[in-house]
């Protein structure tokens, strides 16, 4: 008869085999419906018996929502970079030089060059141990959870035969989809948008939660296995290989023995390259025999044995008509060249950017010049240069603007910042606009109007900001176009029902500079109210796990300001939640209230941030540094030497991590 274990253990193994089929071989053998179900019942056996329980199971892909502090880890071989050629002349040189060295007939293999961000990935006896980044190539940071999550990666190995120990490394790639989806829903709540995948790529492997990172569906093809006891002398050979063990290898890879046969391949995927769902920007040549790389060696910097041909960036070449200053939700002004319409890499192109007012002065462009434009891996088009041996006449020279295009304020440019903002938060077209929508936004408040309505009561002089949502009446919007009761008394409910959205929803909504979701929520459980966190200094700020300086001071520049201030005391009385709820609140203790603690060595339990979160919840205050106000030391192994003698001296009493845990049991 099947047992419980004998179900979740086919269960699992059949999961990881449709996740293989649809990841790996892109090819889906049930519906996703289907899918979701077996994954749900796997989910119900192992939470109904956790004496099951597995970390390698397709169920923990999810990633936890816990934060992790990502540790050092020194590759057992150093990270290289390969050596970049331009053109068929340096490739021919490569394989002269090479075939002069090797002085015996040799293989070469030819592969896409992925361009997203390089991973090293560690197998023990089958079992995926490790994940690291490039770093500074001697060592990386390890972000083994969230490399977890991406699916095309195996947590188990396939079959039998692989070395008991090896190292496999390739690229994880945001696929264009993703990426496009990415950045429209950045664009949405106004977040800085990602210039390319290979930016969005490593962004999110650097994430500190697991969770988001599996939202973002990365990728990853490998590209090179390291190890003692690898099955065979060649790299293609195991490459194929590897793709039997469960790896996603790439079918785009060729084993040519003669210089044509690399031209070939160049000449086809420079083209075909534009099919393929993520990006690549050129063609990797390895020489195929580990004894003959073995003999070609390494320099300080790359192989000798393997040279990467990039392909050209697209550009074109067209003429700037004008320049248009766009003034942002935040204030932001970014100058947008308006360009003789041409086409680049299949869509016609009438915009670029024109980045800053740095990067202006240096291209030292002028009305009528003709440009370089590049699409590269960007999305927004952007200039590259000025073709300034074409330029016969001189039109007025592009000066970034010293005054608002909406509102006439004179603009500021903070220290050690490229980009110029507009100050008039509050008086600003399309800033008051920007921050009404994202006010409303599905995130934020979830008011049922698009940004043409908040552009309609704009108009009208019925709102100067979010608060005044809260005073409208039927009868005002009534006497608007395209208004009617129905619409309009939905309208007024939807306000009225923005008021039993959480606090931290609240805050979002509020569009501090810095706070989007997640440290939103990190805020609210970190400060009870909009009280508290009014009244936090840096320091406080600072010790809440993720804000670093940057969202710190954001935030008390929000908060400095009369205007706003006023804002969230309207909003509070209009009856907005500014604070914890009950029953979020009864997740919380106040086990270690008044107590301060500080933190100080590595651990084994938890992560030193899970530690900060514990601290919070509990009710306890987090610092930096020992002093006469610290009550505990949370000391892990490799403690400064420092820090103890001063708690020594100080009497602060130091406790283990397990006594940790005791307190807040
Ligand atoms: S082999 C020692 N193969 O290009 C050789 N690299 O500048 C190790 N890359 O850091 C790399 N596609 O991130 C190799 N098919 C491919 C590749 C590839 C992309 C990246 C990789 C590496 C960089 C080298």
Redesign the pocket.
């Known amino acids: 008869m099947e047992t419980i274990k004998d179900r979740i253990e086919a269960l699992r193994k059949r999961i990881e085999k449709l996740n293989y089929g649809y990841y790996v071989l892109s090819k889906p053998e049930i519906s996703d419906f289907e899918f979701d179900r077996l994954m749900k019942e796997l989910e119900h056996l192992e939470a109904e018996h956790p004496e099951f329980f597995d970390p390698n199971s397709p169920t923990q892909r999810v990633g936890s929502d816990i934060n992790k502090n990502f540790v050092q880890v020194e590759h057992v071989y150093p990270?290289?970079?390969?050596s970049?050629t331009y053109s068929e002349g340096e490739v021919t040189d490569f394989y002269n030089r090479t075939s002069k060295s090797l002085n015996e007939p040799f293989e070469i293999v030819c592969?896409?060059?992925?361009?997203?961000?390089?991973i090293s990935l560690t197998y023990e006896n089958g079992v995926l141990i490790r994940a690291v980044t490039?770093g500074d190539s001697v060592r990386g940071d390890d972000v083994t959870a969230n490399v977890r999550t991406i699916k095309s990666i195996p947590l188990k190995l396939h079959g039998t035969n692989y070395p008991a120990l090896f190292e496999i490394?390739g690229?994880v790639l945001m696929p264009w989809l993703v990426f496009e989806d990415l950045n429209r829903e950045r664009a949405e709540s106004e977040e800085p948008l990602f210039a390319n995948p290979r930016n969005a790529a490593s962004g999110t492997l650097k994430l500190q939660n697991p969770a988001i990172v599996a939202s973002r569906r990365l990728d990853s093809y490998l590209?090179?296995l390291l190890g003692e006891n690898l099955p065979f002398d060649g790299h293609y050979e195991n490459l194929k290989k590897a793709g039997s063990w469960g790896f996603k290898i790439s079918d785009a890879i060729k084993k040519c023995e003669t210089l044509e046969e690399v031209f070939e391949f160049i000449a086809y995927w420079d083209k075909e390259r534009r099919n393929l769902p993520v990006a690549t920007d050129g063609i990797?040549l390895?020489i195929n025999s580990a004894r003959q790389q073995l003999n070609l060696g390494w320099t300080s910097k790359?192989?000798r044995w393997?040279i990467?041909y990039k392909f050209q960036a697209e550009s074109a070449e067209t003429r700037l008509n004008s320049v248009d200053f766009q003034v942002g939700r935040t204030g932001a002004v970014t100058p947008v060249a308006n360009l003789e319409p041409v086409l680049l890499s299949g869509t016609i192109v009438k915009r670029a950017s024109l980045h800053n007012a740095d990067i202006i002065e240096n291209f030292d462009i002028h009305i009528g010049d003709l440009c370089y434009v590049e699409k590269g891996g960007e999305i927004i088009p952007k200039i590259t240069g000025v073709n300034k041996a074409a330029r016969f006449i001189l039109g007025d020279k592009v000066r970034f603007i010293k005054n608002c295009p909406e509102c006439g304020t004179p603009l500021v440019r903070e220290e050690g910042e490229a980009i110029h903002y507009c100050p008039n938060h509050f008086g600003c077209p399309p800033q008051i606009k920007g921050m009404v929508e994202h006010f409303v936004s599905r995130k934020a408040m979830y008011i049922n109007i698009g940004s043409e309505t908040v552009n309609q009561f704009y108009n009208a002089g019925l709102i100067k900001n979010a608060a005044d949502l809260y005073e409208l009446k039927a009868e005002d919007v009534l006497k608007l176009d395209r208004w009617a009761e129905k619409s309009a008394r939905n309208f007024i409910e939807s306000v009225h029902e923005s008021l039993s959205v959480p606090y931290d929803r609240a805050l979002y909504a509020l569009g501090i500079r810095y706070v989007g979701e997640t440290v939103a929520k990190r805020l609210a459980n970190a400060f009870h109210s909009i009280d508290d966190l009014m009244k936090a200094d840096y320091e406080q700020l600072i010790t809440v796990g993720e804000i670093g300086e940057v969202i710190a001071r954001s935030v008390l520049n929000y908060f400095s300001i009369e205007s706003n201030r006023r804002l969230v005391e309207r909003l509070k009385n209009y009856g907005v939640q500014f604070t914890l709820r009950e029953d979020e609140l009864a997740e919380k203790t106040n086990k270690l209230n008044g107590q301060t603690f500080v933190i100080s060595g590595t651990f084994s339990l938890h992560s030193r941030d899970e530690y900060k979160v514990l601290i919070e919840k509990n009710g306890g205050k987090n610092t930096s540094s020992v002093s006469a106000k610290t009550d505990y030391i949370l000391a892990g192994e490799n403690i400064g030497p420092a820090k103890l003698e001063k708690a020594m001296k100080m009497e602060i009493k130091i406790i283990s991590e397990v006594e940790f845990l005791k307190m807040i049991e």
């Open positions: 990270m290289l970079s390969l970049n592969e896409l060059k992925y361009d997203g961000t390089s490039r490394r690229e590209y090179y990797v390895k790359s192989p393997a990467a």
